[in-house]
């Protein structure tokens, strides 16, 4: 079956008279129309104009297909960090298991704002294996990077993090102790 066949039944179903089967073909239907744009963005990722490749780049964050994930982690070699940010924030998003280790390099990024997209993005993977990639952050001189390794680290979840948690609440920067707090009320109690 073709993809303009796949896509026609899927039209076709969205009048099924079970609501069930409507939404379920409306939802295919996005994945399918995602897919077909897929090739449209990767031609606007070699543009020229750095807005119309952070948009492009934001778009692949809705096409449910592991075809993005090349593209996007080939977008973590880019001189520009902000498309280096960009790029780490849809692959934070997505949370795909195979680009956990592209992301933890960047860590080390030079751009102080990549680090900070960087620490955000680790957090919405499941994994206490990254909490003493984010435990070594808080004690870094930027704020925002520090603020942003603790609310990985309540994401994450790792009982680990209390006692570095604990000591970021007397912090003298209050978005710190803020993050300190909020990240401890998401940890698990140790038993």
């Not at 780490?88 to 860590?107: D, E, R």
Request: hydrophobic share 40%; aromatic share 2%; glycine share 4%.
């Amino acid at each position: 079956m073709s993809l303009e066949q796949r896509r026609n039944l899927l039209i076709e179903l969205l009048n099924d008279s079970e609501e069930e089967v409507r939404v379920a073909a409306a939802s295919a239907l996005e994945c399918l129309e995602s897919l077909q744009d897929l090739q449209q963005i990767i031609q606007e990722l070699k543009s020229d104009k750095r807005g119309q490749r952070v948009k492009a780049i934001f778009a692949m964050e809705k096409v449910k297909s592991t075809d993005v994930f090349p593209h996007l982690i080939g977008l973590l070699k880019d001189p520009d960090a902000d498309i280096r940010g960009t790029a780490i924030q849809v692959l934070g998003v997505k949370a795909h298991p195979k680009s956990l280790s592209s992301l933890v390099k960047h860590l080390k990024d030079p751009s102080p704002s990549v680090r900070v997209h960087t620490a955000e993005a680790l957090g919405h993977f499941d994994d206490v294996r990254l909490a003493p990639y984010l435990v070594s952050l808080l004690a870094e001189d930027d704020e925002q990077l520090v603020a942003s390794a603790a609310r990985s680290l309540g994401s994450i979840g790792s009982p680990d993090s209390v006692e570095p948690l604990m000591k970021l609440t007397k912090d003298s920067r209050a978005t710190v102790r803020v993050a300190a707090v909020e990240a401890l009320s998401e940890l698990p109690l140790k038993g």
